[in-house]
Structures are given as C-alpha cells and as structure tokens.
Nanobody, 122 residues
Framework: QVQLVETGGGLVQAGGSLRLSCAAS????????MGWFRQAPGKEREFVAA????????DYADSVKGRFTISRDNAKNMVYLQMNSLKPVDTAVYYC???????????????WGQGTQVTVSS
C-alpha cells in the first residue's frame, strides 16, 4: 500500500511559478510510475503529467506542455511538478498518484494523495 502526500500548493499570480512535491511511503517507490492530475471546481479530474519508474520517460497533457515539468527522485521517494507561466485556468486541486502501469488514464492509478490547492489569480 502506497501513501502519497502532496505539498507546495498556494496562491500565485498569473505568469508565476509553483513547485508541487509528492512524498511517497509504504511501498517500493521505484516500482511505480507516477502521475499528476488536477480537478477544477465543477469539472472532472484530468491528467496533467506522468513519469516512468526510472524517470527517463515523461508525458504531458497538451494544455501544460512547455510550461510544466514532472520529475522524480527515487532516492528520496519524491515526485515533483514544476509549474511555470501559470494561468487562471490552471486553478485546481492537484493530485499525485501512483501506478504500476502509468499513462494518462485515471483508472490505471490505484493510489492517490489528498490533493493540494493551486489558485492562479489574474
């Protein structure tokens, strides 16, 4: 059983940056692909970014390509989401998730954190 805890959310002005962190425990971290998802008020949860077990492969939603970067540190059991050039439409609760398979599909991720709020003001 993997436990995930996200930190780093907050309020930022449009054009600003935030770095989200996700600490994993309770499992062999390097066995899991990791993903970031987000859910805005009144909307479904959506894929943001994913990283492979080794960190050598990444995938991004079109809406964040070129602005967000996902990375991981297997020695520290951490995954990160660096978010630059933030826009008001990026406002959402951001969730970290773990999967044996990875990819953009929510259903492939059985382990989820509690989420961290990101608010981007215009």
């Amino acid at each position: 059983q993997v436990q995930l805890v996200e930190t780093g959310g907050g309020l930022v002005q449009a054009g600003g940056s935030l770095r989200l962190s996700c600490a994993a425990s309770g499992g062999t971290f390097s066995s899991y692909a990791m993903g970031w998802f987000r859910q805005a008020p009144g909307k479904e949860r959506e894929f943001v970014a994913a990283v492979s077990r080794s960190g050598g492969s990444t995938d991004y939603a079109d809406s964040v390509k070129g602005r967000f970067t996902i990375s991981r540190d297997n020695a520290k059991n951490m995954v990160y989401l660096q978010m630059n050039s933030l826009k008001p439409v990026d406002t959402a609760v951001y969730y970290c998730a773990a999967s044996l398979f990875g990819g953009p599909r929510l259903s492939m991720y059985p382990y989820w954190g509690q989420g961290t709020q990101v608010t981007v003001s215009s």
